[in-house]
């Protein structure tokens, strides 16, 4: 297997924000692999994927040592060589379609824009073929009309096959499916799963959902305020949650584990430390260490896990089974 993303000791900060977004965190996606990001809002899951285009806001400052997309070296890219790879190599799908859709212009027009305009009639019939498989019938009458004749659903399908129309090797799909009806969410996310095993595509999908991870992903890397705390096989981590922050996180699920819902406490950026483990302030683990010493990602039963006391808190835990 080949590494389509190799992102090394990233950190992006926001310009006027008091604590990074996103702090040395590193990851890769194989090819034809889906990676899942969690975490609850404000971890830095979008900044982390996002950054593998430099698709970020230009207030961003980002470093690091490796960012490489395919062959190319992301950090050294020019502006028009980042427009060619967003456009050749990376496919993407965002959140809520309403925001992503100009309301007055013609949907067809919008997905095929990011093509030269010489390419652009000869891409129509992809773009009508590719909507078809993703479930949008009478494609080429679709193509015509502008988003607010078409629901929710049917414009994130229609982004999939625009996303599709530059025949990615990565799609980026940043919550897909968390601005949408249940029963339509699980339509898309199967759709998006089928895609990615037929056309074997490496995916990142990024969810507060760890229902819907778990149903299309391989690995998932698990954010808590800028860090990745845990990382791992999906089954494994969403089975045999380590971190006491992925506990917490599962366990605040209905459904996910046997325990009794606890409901998940947001802190703010601003009042988490730098200094030490950024959970140190809510873990009930917590000691001393934890507050003046940054826990790396080590090799724990199989997981990665950023966590000083992640053995004595696996013992207590086995002990009270
Ligand atoms: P969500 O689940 O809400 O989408 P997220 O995990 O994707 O959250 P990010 O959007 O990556 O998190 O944000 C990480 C941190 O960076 C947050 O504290 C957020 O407020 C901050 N941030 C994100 N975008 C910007 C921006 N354009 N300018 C300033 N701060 C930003
Ligand atoms: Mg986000």
Request: net charge neutral; with cysteine; glycine share 6%.
């Amino acid at each position: 297997m080949s590494q389509i993303v190799k992102v090394a000791n990233l950190h992006v900060s926001y310009q006027g924000a008091e604590i990074p977004a996103v702090s040395d965190v590193s990851y890769s996606v194989e090819s034809s692999e889906c990676l899942a990001i969690v975490g609850e809002s404000g971890s830095g899951k979008s900044t982390t994927a996002l950054a593998t285009m430099k698709l970020l806001d230009p207030n961003a400052q980002i470093t690091a040592s490796e960012v490489r997309v395919g062959d190319f070296d992301i950090m050294s890219a020019k502006n028009s060589e980042l427009l060619k790879i967003r456009r050749d190599f990376i496919g993407t799908v965002f959140q809520d379609p309403s925001s992503n859709w100009n309301p007055s212009r013609k949907i067809g027009d919008q997905l095929l824009q990011p093509f030269p305009k010489s390419e652009r009639s000869s891409l129509e019939s992809l773009l009508i073929e590719y909507m078809e498989q993703v479930g949008i019938d009478r494609a080429k009458d679709r193509l015509a009309l502008y988003p607010y004749n078409l629901s929710g659903g049917m414009l994130q399908r229609a982004m999939i096959a625009g996303a599709l129309l530059g025949e990615p090797k990565l799609l980026i799909a940043d919550e897909p499916t968390s601005a949408l009806d249940v029963t339509v969410q699980a339509d898309l996310l199967r759709l998006l799963s089928q895609l990615q095993k037929s056309k074997s595509l490496s995916m990142i999908i990024i969810s507060h959902n760890l229902a819907v991870v778990s149903q299309v992903s391989t690995r998932v890397l698990v954010m808590f305020a800028g860090t990745v705390v845990e990382s791992g096989n999906t089954s494994d981590v969403l089975q045999r949650p380590k971190h006491p922050y992925t506990r917490n996180l599962i366990a605040s699920i209905p459904g996910m584990q046997k325990r009794r819902k606890i409901p998940l406490v947001t802190v703010k950026n601003n009042k988490i430390p730098l200094s030490g483990c950024r959970y140190a302030s809510r873990c009930r683990y917590a000691q001393d260490l934890c507050s003046i010493t940054k826990p790396e990602l080590r090799e724990f039963q199989g997981q990665q896990v950023a966590c000083h006391r992640i053995e004595e808190i696996e013992l207590e835990q086995v002990n009270h089974q």
